[in-house]
């Protein structure tokens, strides 16, 4: 059995139907009207220990539904779920001492007391043996930069601090598996970098099972290998990163800079209309550049090399590919469809 286990993962929540206005709400008081609301259509999901997989989907897609069902915060209406060998919402005391998790808009500090006492308040409710809490509290303290802030207040933290202590927080006790539900909203990318390295060690060192959720594609790009979408409930691509930039990412940018400006770089081109030139030639340290897009199945970049050093001295290039943002957002606003993307990899669509 894997670590985490779904199967037709349901949750239907009822939802107020209210006229708008002050009327509608007078109304609903004595007419109560609701609908169902079916946030999570029947997952199916399968996480081993050690992984580490982007849980992603357009606002309202059922990520945080799910998440709040595999923490034992919420009760599955259908379907089976366990983690580590545990149904969450049945067992949720052990299952807590299993799992972290991180919730970017909310924070499990205590808002008035100062931040060390909060995480020897945790150690205390996870039972946390005290060589274990020294261990994490020295390497968190240094790997998260904590230690000018740990005698403030949560109320006093920036976003940033306090994203880190809860990062701490949700570790401390090392669980098996950590939910992170938008762990680096809204903070700046040197904080966002130092919380990515933070937990690409965890799951390096320790073994810690990852799940994260985001909206920051770079998030996925930099720490997740595996890349499940979501959409409407239900699963629409489960499979590798690699897989869906390798099926869907077919253009490629050469960026190449010559000793000496070439003229009419396009006519080396003329019989491979899909290939764009362009100068980006910006004038400094006497470089002439040219960005030379192309799709990869139809050109190689060596032949594109080959055809621009047979006019011109190429000092150095590099080929960049479109990044996974592009891709989803591709996924999102339906230019993907999800046929098209399960055939890509082992989709569930
Ligand atoms: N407690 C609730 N009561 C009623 N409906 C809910 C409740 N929680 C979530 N929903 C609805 O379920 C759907 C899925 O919500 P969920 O929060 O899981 O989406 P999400 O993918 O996490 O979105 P986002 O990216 O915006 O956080 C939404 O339509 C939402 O309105």
Request: glycine share 6%; aromatic share 6%; charged share 30%.
């Amino acid at each position: 059995m894997s670590l985490i286990e779904t199967r037709g993962l349901r949750k239907v929540f009822r939802q107020a139907v209210k006229d708008p206005g002050l009327s509608g709400a007078v109304k609903h008081l004595f007419t109560q009207r609701y609908k169902d609301k079916c946030a999570v259509e029947g997952i199916d999901l399968s996480i081993e220990e050690g992984e580490s997989v982007a849980y992603v989907g357009p606002n309202g897609a059922g990520k945080s539904t799910t998440i709040k069902m595999l923490s034992g915060v919420l009760v599955p209406s259908d379907g089976e779920i366990t983690v580590d060998g545990l149904v969450p919402y049945k067992q949720r005391m052990e299952n807590a001492q299993r799992i972290g998790a991180v919730f970017g808009q909310r924070t499990q500090l205590w808002w008035d007391i100062p931040v060390r006492e909060s995480l020897a308040l945790l150690r205390d409710i996870y039972q946390v043996p005290t060589t274990v809490f020294k261990k994490n509290m020295d390497a968190f303290t240094e790997l998260l930069g904590m230690e000018d802030y740990l005698h403030l207040s949560a109320r006093k933290l920036s976003l940033g601090q306090r994203m880190r202590a809860d990062l701490a927080a949700a570790l401390l006790h090392d669980p098996k598996i950590v939910y992170l539900d938008e762990p680096t909203i809204g903070l700046d990318v040197a904080v966002k970098h130092r919380i990515r390295d933070f937990i690409k060690e965890m799951n390096r060192e320790k073994g810690t099972t990852i799940l994260l959720t985001t909206h920051d594609l770079g998030d996925i790009e930099d720490l997740c290998e595996r890349l499940v979408i979501i959409d409407q409930g239900r699963i629409i691509y489960d499979g590798k990163l690699q897989e869906v930039k390798d099926a869907f990412a077919q253009e490629r940018t050469l960026h190449i800079q010559l000793s000496s400006p070439l003229s009419d770089a396009e006519s080396l081109f003329r019989d491979l209309p899909e290939v764009s030139v362009k100068r980006t030639n910006d004038g400094s340290e006497a470089a002439f550049s040219l960005s030379i897009r192309f799709n990869r199945f139809r050109s190689t970049a060596s032949d594109i090399v080959k055809r621009v050093m047979s006019h011109a001295e190429v000092i150095d290039f590099r080929i960049d590919e479109p990044s996974i943002e592009e891709i989803i957002r591709r996924v999102y606003d339906g230019q993907l469809d999800a046929a098209e993307l399960a055939a890509a990899g082992k989709g569930s669509a």
